[in-house]
């Protein structure tokens, strides 16, 4: 009664064979443990598991189809029965252990070199006491075959003639054979792969009444199998594969494929479809580029690749030997910018269509010329005198063309194309010297290009009089030059001494000297302006002769004019109208007692000729002005002789007061008579 209670708990379940029909409730505690299938020529570990109780002693037996015992295992002892079926029986192993594992809740058993025979059934017993309880199963065995196929037909055409000359279609053909060898059990199906399709999607099948099948010694099987195919031109160049089918469930190792695969089949049939691959495309220049071109017909005598240039003639790329199984050009190259081109290929009469190749290169540097200097390089400095005509033309060559620009100083850019650009000015002047630099969209070096425009320093001088209102004169003399390049040295000058020194005022082009409350010279001032660089030197004048600023002085001694005509006035008065007023109030009135009246006696006018002889005969030199400006010389002055000696026929000397009489009225009618010539010289001079 306990033994049943125990039992009743026996609860483990595992995956495997069933009990075999109508014994499920005497062994459904008992289970098979191990693999579903083994391999032939392995080794087979298997056994069966039902729960244990500590409390109780179990044997255990194994028996093979139809109650044929095979092993005991007992406390005593455990053993194959001699009398097990002789081909299993020196494979069926025990290893000693079985009582420990037998008393832990498992029946182990092993089968060595695993054989076709031994995929039959098998009962495990689990005893304790008087009760027993088992298991049946079946052990699977299966056998991977070598696979193989054979070419039988690799090369016909699609029609045959025949002894009378009729044409008709070749019909079906047997083009490969598959041979599967040493598999067990029979295969569910065996195909034929179209170039290796690991999908099966495009595969042929043999129908497996179509099989020939024979049994080898060790059970297993070998089996070949044709493909039959009434080909058409799609089949031409198409291989096949052989794939068997195991019949268990072995995962991924339930499909076989053959290691190698058929020959291409090769169809006769014309070129009709002919086809040109440029890879990659388009591609940088010294890259390696590929050209392939396909043909369908067979045989091929001749495939070409050729280059088609712009004017009409072809180069050839590429060409195939005669009779081209593989109907297949590849012809690979460095790729030359001179490859830019169209390109073609031709088969047996039939062209493709054609490709463009575009091969990108790029000058690896820019390059810029003079257009007005017969296009002669520049170089990286320029200098020349304005105006200048300028036209630099910068370049660079290359496919894609590449933007050129030119950038001044301060990266505007001013010109640009492509493959090329102009800096262009058609009268250059100074303003337009600077760094200027030719740049590429490709990224190579930069060129820059210092332009130096030069000018020649002609200088132009000005000159300005001003007065405040406190009276104090202001000269400003003023030298301006071009922007010269280099820039001008400039040096003012003057040829007479100023009473102040100048102030001075430098700037790029100008030099300002200006005399504030400058006083007046008494001669003309001489300014000069000089100016240079490397270009050349000039120099230029100007006068000062304004009233403000120069006075011009008399002559004698150093006196003023304006001196000397009130010195002569002066005199005038006193020579002539002394004697005058003397003749007026010394003249004999009605009533004074004189004979002639208002008339001069006869000793009176005697003397009056005397003094008018007497002056005729005076000498003197005549007034001449100096119009040198250099005051530094002295002035000539004029004087009135002594009277020359006294010749016979001349009457002798009046006597003192009346030499002093005519000397007085001599000067004053000199210098009278002479006043008006001197007032003209001054006018002409100050003028």
Sequence with gaps: MNFFIVTAALLLVVTGNTAAEGEEDSYNVVNYAGPKAFEIGTTAKFGCVFVENTTMEYSGSWQMLNSQQLAKVSERKSFVYTTAPGFIKDRFVLDGSEYETLQAGKLAATINDVRVGDDTEFSCIIEAGETSLGAKFSLDVYSKPEVYVYDQLTAFALNKEDVNGTITDIGEVTVASCTAVGVYPKPTSIKFLVNGDKSGSRSVEVPSDEWEETELEDGTLEISVDLNLSPTEKDHKRSYKCEVEMALDLGDDKMVKSKNSTSPLLITHPVEVVTLSISPKPVDMNKMVTFTC????????????????????????????????????????????????????????????????????????????????????????????????????????????????????????????????????????????????????????????DLQIDQFCKPKIEKAVSQ????????????????????????????????????????????????????PVGTEATFSCYAANRQGDYNVSIVVDDPEIVTFPLKSGGISPGVVVIIILLVTLVVIGIPYAYYRCCRKNDNSGHVKGNQLDSVEVEKLEAVEQEFETLPYEEYQLDHRLNNAKPMRTFSIKSPRSRTPDQPPPSSPLQQQQVVLCMNAAVTAKHTARRNTHIQFAAS
């Design 294 to 449: 396909r043909s369908d017909g067979y045989p091929i005598e001749n495939i070409r690749i050729i280059k088609r240039l712009s004017d009409g003639s072809t180069t050839l790329v590429g060409e195939t030997e005669t009779d081209n199984q593989a109907a297949k050009l590849i012809v690979t190259k460095k790729a030359l910018k001179d490859m830019s081109a169209t390109y073609t290929c031709l088969s047996d009469g039939q062209e493709s269509k054609t490709e463009k190749l575009k091969v990108n290169w790029h000058d690896s540097v820019i390059k810029v010329t003079d257009i007005n200097n017969d296009n002669k390089q520049v170089g990286s400095r320029v200098e020349f005198i304005e105006p200048r005509s300028i036209a630099y033309n910068c370049t660079q060559q290359g496919n894609p063309e590449p933007t050129i620009y030119w950038k001044d100083s301060k990266g505007k850019v001013i010109s640009s194309g492509p493959s090329s650009a102009v800096l262009k000015w058609k009268n250059a002047m100074q303003e337009k010297s600077g760094r200027y630099t030719c740049s590429s969209s490709t990224g190579v070096s930069e060129i820059p290009i």
């Design 468 to 519: 405040l209102e406190d009276g104090t004169l202001t000269l400003t003399v003023q030298c301006t030059t071009p922007r010269g390049a280099p820039i001008c040295d400039i040096q003012l000058s003057t040829n007479v001494a100023i009473n102040i020194e100048p102030e001075e005022e430098n700037k790029n082009n100008v030099k300002i000297w200006s005399y504030k409350g400058i006083e």
